[in-house]
Structure formats: structure tokens, C-alpha cells
């Protein structure tokens, strides 16, 4: 459903003028007179989607309603500035809890990470109703001096990097969120890079929208994918292979970019991040999603991942 209404907005909202950067990638773009844009995101989360309430300590459920954004702004090599936060409370807290106190506790969440990153909570809005907790997230950060990273750079020939490892997400990790905000600047800063995003949906469907956005191809090299305990672990109770948890978990907050060769090469032999940066493929003229077979013939891939 998610993707069918993106593309109806994209048919049906006026384009921003270049070059300004408007609906279809991680972060809006916004030539900002006091030097260099801005960029914009916003992100919604609910209970009993991205979290449930009476299973989550409130403080997680804060830190992740922020964290999804500050990984958006990293998607676009961003550095987040500022951040308003609206939350929807539930008049009936389970439990017969306080919705004032679990408000606090769930800012308190926010403000934990938002020091961390040296974000301004800015503003937002409060309300109550007989639903579930939902939580809307607007975050504001500023490009580097090259410009804002977007989904629609990569060319055939680029390789495709991921830093740090995947899958097995919903053991922690999609509540704990690392935004990789530094190591995307840290990136950009030092290296040619062509086109990247966050893994949010899983690797094999965003990178599939990355090839998309780009109009090229992408092709993965399987055995290259670094895999997570956490998805070693959760194979176990599932039945599903590490590698399946790997590519279509998501939740990881991991970065997916491409960069010429050379860099690419450069990267991986300098390792400049605090986590790992592995090379796992290729972009290829051919339109969309591919997996490298031992002959290093191409066989389709589908997009696993998680559909809104």
C-alpha cells in the first residue's frame, strides 16, 4: 500500500524546483540561504507496528521514534540539526498507567539520543484519543559541501557497499536503533560516493528501490552479505535461513550505498568506520534485482523485505 500511494503523491504533488529535492527519497531537500540545504524528513510510528506498548519500556520506544529519522538524514549523508516531535497518546494506558507519565518517559527516550547527536527538540504537539500510541517525528539537518546523497546517483559499474552486519533485527536492534549519521558524513566527506539510503525495509527491497531510483540494476553477491548473530540466532527459532533474515528482516539502520570502483576498493581497504564496510555487489545496466551465481551468471532476486 505504502509504495501505490508514494506514487500517487509523485503523480499528483507539483515538483519542487531544482534543486531542491522533494517526495521519492529518504529526505526532502531545501536550499537554505544561510549556506548549504537543508534537508527534511518526518517519519510516523505505531503500537502494535513498530512496537507494543505493554512489552516496551517507553524510553526505547522515544529513542526509536527519533532514531528512524536521524537514520533518514544519515541516508542522505545529513547532519541533523533539529528535530519536532508530535506524539498521540492513548487515554487508557494498559496497565492503568499514566499517559502524562508515559509521555515524559518517552521524551525522555528522545532526549537521551537527541544529546547524543547534538539535535534541538524544537517543537511538536500533544494529544490523546481512544487509539493506540503513535508518535510523528520531523527532523531537520544540513549536506555536507558535496551536496545531499540520494538514491538516483548510481551508475553500472558502481559497487555496492553496506557498513556493519544484518538481519535479525526484531531480537533488539529495531527498537535500539544506531542511526550511522557520523560514518555517513565520515563517508562522503573523504570518498567519492554515487547513491545510498538506509536499510530500513531490508537489504534485498531497498536495495531493489535503489536500482529503481537509479535506473540501473543492482546485483548481489550472496556470500559476500555479512550476516548478524542476532539473524544466526533467530534463524534458529524461525526455520528461515540467516541469509533469508539478512536480506529481508529489515530494520537494520545500516547504510547501502554505491561508489565507483576505485573508491569502493579504497574503502573497504581503509575500513575508516568504527563497524565493518563490505562490499557486496555490483550496479549493472540491466534493470533490477539480481543475485551472482557460482558461474557468475545472473539469476533474479526477489525484494523480500517488509511492505507498509
Known amino acids: 500500500m505504502e509504495q501505490r500511494f508514494v506514487d500517487w503523491l509523485r503523480r499528483h504533488v507539483p515538483p519542487v524546483p531544482p534543486p531542491a529535492i522533494g517526495i521519492g527519497d529518504d529526505a526532502a531537500v531545501l536550499p537554505w540561504r544561510a549556506g ?91 494529544n490523546s484519543w481512544e487509539g493506540s500510541l503513535v508518535i510523528s517525528v520531523t527532523a531537520i539537518g544540513r549536506v555536507t559541501s558535496r551536496g545531499p546523497l540520494t538514491r538516483s546517483g548510481a551508475l553500472p559499474g558502481d559497487r555496492v557497499l553496506v557498513t556493519g552486519r544484518l538481519g ?17 558524513v565520515l563517508l562522503a566527506e573523504r570518498y567519492e560516493l554515487h547513491a545510498g539510503l538506509d536499510i530500513s525495509d531490508g537489504l534485498a527491497l531497498d536495495a531493489s528501490r535503489l536500482a529503481g531510483a537509479s535506473g540501473c540494476g543492482i546485483a548481489l553477491e550472496l556470500a559476500a552479505i555479512p550476516i548478524s548473530a542476532a539473524a544466526e540466532q533467530l534463524a534458529r527459532q524461525t526455520g528461515k535461513s540467516p541469509l533469508e533474515h539478512a536480506l529481508g528482516d529489515g530494520e537494520d539502520f545500516e547504510l547501502l550505498f554505491t561508489a565507483p570502483p576505485d573508491a569502493a576498493e579504497q574503502i573497504v581497504r581503509d575500513q575508516p568506520l568504527s563497524i565493518s564496510v563490505t562490499d557486496v555487489g555490483q550496479c549493472i545496466g540491466t534493470p533490477g534485482l539480481w543475485q551472482v551465481g557460482d558461474s557468475g551468471a545472473l539469476n533474479p532476486l526477489a525484494p523480500t523485505g517488509y511492505q507498509h
Open 168 to 184: 535479525g533485527s526484531l531480537l533488539g536492534r529495531h527498537l535500539a536503533v544506531e542511526p550511522r549519521v557520523r560514518e555517513a
Open 36 to 126: 548549504g540545504d537543508i534537508v527534511l524528513t518526518t517519519d510516523t510510528i505505531t503500537d502494535k507496528v513498530d512496537f507494543v506498548l505493554a512489552e516496551t519500556e517507553p524510553r526505547l520506544i522515544g529513542h526509536k521514534a527519533l532514531g528512524v529519522n536521524l537514520s533518514d538524514l544519515a541516508a542522505m549523508a545529513a547532519t541533523p540539526v533539529a528535530a519536532l516531535a508530535s506524539v498521540v497518546l492513548p487515554r487508557a494506558v494498559s496497565g492503568g498507567g499514566d499517559p502524562c507519565a508515559l509521555a515524559m518517559e518517552i521524551y525522555s527516550g528522545m532526549l537521551a539520543l537527541a544529546e547524543q547527536f547534538q539535535v534541538a527538540l524544537v517543537g511538536g504537539d500533544t
